[in-house]
């Protein structure tokens, strides 16, 4: 037996199945790529969902997470300590909000959101005691907490969890025609992703998330933009949001936040939202801790730069042409994306995602699958053009493309 297939025996045997991961064993990282136990590369198409937007090991930020570490690293909410203030201070700048709230896990920080949506509503709206509403869209993803599957779409995320959180309103994503039907006196917030990520990374119709905004307004309700995933320079600018325009109430942050080295999350509004929570009432042992907030400050610093959003919007641009080039040819039904982040969907002729990432991972390259047909391609934002080049080569081998179809699409001949 290999040193693979026995530690993936003792996983197996040892964990929850709640993961049916490919069959690779990481070893180590760098940038964007991994190695494994057996001391085989793979260029990293999935970034940890968007947590590995600098890559692997990048140094400035396990430079600040190791100076840190011989400082102090928790002290809990009892007391302050001196990077508090700065994270929190930064992190509003960087959103144009005035507060923030950490917290660890991006499923903590929705809760968050919702929990800071009902007690704004009640206590400054006016909202009757138990009646608020949030409205959602279908296909949602955002954390699997009993509250948060509740409002979930999904049968895997949702069957047998039940009884369920009251208090939600589900409509069709992309869709502001029942949006407005669905905001009510009662309803304290709109709760969205900019785009989908987990749905296969949906980009909702231009003048979408304005539409949402400008109801939101008129209604007197809190837009809560979910940017745990599209957020932090993913697509190409620091907010996926910021692509329409638009500033919502509230920002929920994660993933990125954390730079790939420990969890880190935050809901950041003004302070007429976050204002209503009062000692007690809300909080976290590890949430805003020294050691996240020195990484997290280090995630800012970097963004403030502009290159990442920049690295992602040229090589995004790329990526989605280069994907459109091979659908074309007849082997995708559908290519979505924005900013270095794609969903694809897989002619079933050629195999279902999880077949392609199989196939993928056996040339090198590792991605992840979603709801059958769907592989998601999001690379690190530091990844060159030629190692995405060479994964880009790598599926078009594995679906069978010969060169000269891609040239009789790129010639227009096809």
């Known amino acids: 037996m290999s040193t693979t297939e026995r530690l993936i025996a003792a996983a197996e045997a040892h964990s929850a199945h709640t993961y049916r991961p490919l069959p690779v064993v990481v070893a180590t990282a760098d940038g964007a790529w991994m190695t494994d136990v057996e001391g085989r590369r793979y260029l990293d198409l999935l970034a940890g969902y968007s947590a590995l937007n600098f890559g692997h090991g990048n140094r400035r930020l396990v430079e600040a997470a190791k100076a840190q570490l011989e400082r102090v690293t928790l002290t809990s909410r009892a007391f302050h300590h001196d990077r508090f203030a700065a994270f929190c201070t930064e992190l509003a700048e960087l959103c144009g909000m005035e507060m923030v709230l950490p917290m660890n896990t991006g499923a903590e920080a929705v809760e968050t959101a919702v929990k800071g949506a009902r007690k704004w509503g009640y206590r400054i709206k006016g909202v009757p005691a138990e009646m608020a509403k949030i409205v959602v869209a279908g296909g949602n993803f955002h ?62 119709p231009a003048g979408y998330l304005a539409g949402v905004r400008e109801l939101t307004r008129e209604r007197n309700v809190l837009f809560v933009a979910d940017e745990i995933q599209s957020g932090l320079g993913r697509t190409g600018r620091t907010f996926a949001c910021e692509h329409e325009g638009v500033v919502p109430d509230v920002y929920v942050l994660g993933k990125a936040l954390g730079g790939g080295i420990l969890p880190v999350s935050a809901v950041v509004a003004g302070a007429e939202v976050l204002g209503v929570f009062r000692p007690g009432e809300h909080g976290s042992t590890f949430g ?57 969907d897989i002619d079933p002729a050629y195999g279902t995602g999880r077949d392609v990432s199989e196939r993928l991972m056996e040339r090198g390259v590792l991605v992840k699958d979603t709801h059958g047909a769907t592989i998601r391609i999001a690379p690190p934002l530091v990844v060159s053009e030629e190692d995405l080049d060479w994964g880009l080569a790598q599926l078009r081998a594995v679906l069978d493309v010969e060169d000269a179809e891609v040239e009789e699409v790129r010639t227009g001949r096809r």
Do not use: K
């Open 143 to 204: 954390g699997r907490t009993t509250t948060v599957i509740s409002f979930s779409t999904d049968p895997e995320a949702r069957a047998d969890y039940g009884p369920y959180t009251p208090g939600f309103e589900i409509v069709p994503f992309g869709d502001l025609t029942a949006m407005r039907a669905a905001v009510t006196e009662n309803t304290v917030a709109v709760l969205l992703e900019p785009i989908q990520g987990e749905a296969g990374v949906l980009v909702p």
């Open 288 to 344: 805003g801790n020294p050691l996240a907030c020195a990484v997290a400050l280090e995630v800012i610093a970097m963004l403030r730069s502009g290159e990442y959003q920049a690295r992602a919007a040229e090589l995004g641009s790329h990526l989605l042409r280069e994907l459109r080039v091979l659908a074309g040819t007849g082997r995708l039904t559908a290519v979505r994306g924005r900013g270095l982040w794609a969903g694809v």
